[in-house]
């Protein structure tokens, strides 16, 4: 998912987003190979900058690299969701630990923009999942890089993409904004106390999400969207 402000991007970018926003929402299954003719007749780039995103997506472990047979997209399951969320949780909290001291007021700014950018999604009952998902990696690369941590913000956007696939491909619900835009707002009063223990404390509850709300069936959760829509 392309970040929501971006105007125009790199031919190996367009390349990279449109090939990791087809994995993450499991459009390309795991194990399937990869038709390099195929993804460049379909997001109209070239050699060159296909295999640079290619390159960046087994970096990120959604692709597999196979000598003389080309790439694949990567395993996947139910079991791989519950360990990311796990490590993520200890990166996500650490990140959001060091923001609130590093974070800038300019970075501030960013969020509490996006924050409104949310708001108005919400109240206009946006249905996209990508929007929503946009909009929740957008906060936390945000954070991420607040930290000052390069090391820690690569690694929390190869989690990110990790576990949201592992949640569409196990047919786990997605969490949306109807239900998150509030933890946004508390993560961001937070950050602008500069409180590490509160920003860890509102960070926590964000990624603490009940086994009973990940297991609950698809179709319940899009007909709870639709009803939060109709409101």
């Not at 390309?28 to 990869?34: C, D, M, Y």
């Not at 650490?94 to 974070?103: D, M, P, S, V, Y």
Request: proline residues 4%.
């Amino acid at each position: 998912m392309p970040p929501i402000s971006d105007k125009k991007m790199r031919l190996s970018d367009v390349a990279y987003h449109g090939l990791r926003n087809a994995i993450i929402k499991a459009e390309l299954l795991p194990g399937s190979p990869i038709d390099e003719k195929e993804c460049m007749e379909r997001l109209e780039v070239g050699r060159t900058p296909l295999r640079e995103a290619l390159q960046r997506l087994a970096q990120e472990d959604l692709l597999l690299a196979v000598p003389q047979r080309g790439y694949f997209v990567s395993s996947t399951s139910a079991t791989d969701f519950f360990q990311l969320q796990e490590f993520r949780l200890q990166a996500e909290v650490w990140a959001a630990r060091l923001a609130a001291t590093r974070i800038s007021d300019a970075q501030l700014e960013r969020l509490a923009l996006l924050i409104e950018e949310a708001r108005a999604g919400v109240e206009a009952k946006r249905l996209e999942t990508e929007w929503h998902l946009g909009i929740d990696e957008q906060m936390h690369k945000l954070i991420a890089e607040s930290s000052g941590n390069t090391y820690l913000a690569q690694a929390l956007t190869r989690l990110y993409a990790l576990s949201v696939r592992s949640l569409y491909v196990s047919r786990i619900p997605v969490a949306l904004l109807f239900e998150d835009l509030k933890d946004m707002v508390v993560i961001h009063e937070a950050l602008t106390s500069r409180d590490p223990d509160r920003a860890e404390a509102a960070m926590r509850a964000h990624l603490s999400v009940s086994a009973t709300n990940l297991l609950r069936p698809v179709e319940s959760s899009s007909r709870q969207l639709r009803a939060e829509a109709n409101r």
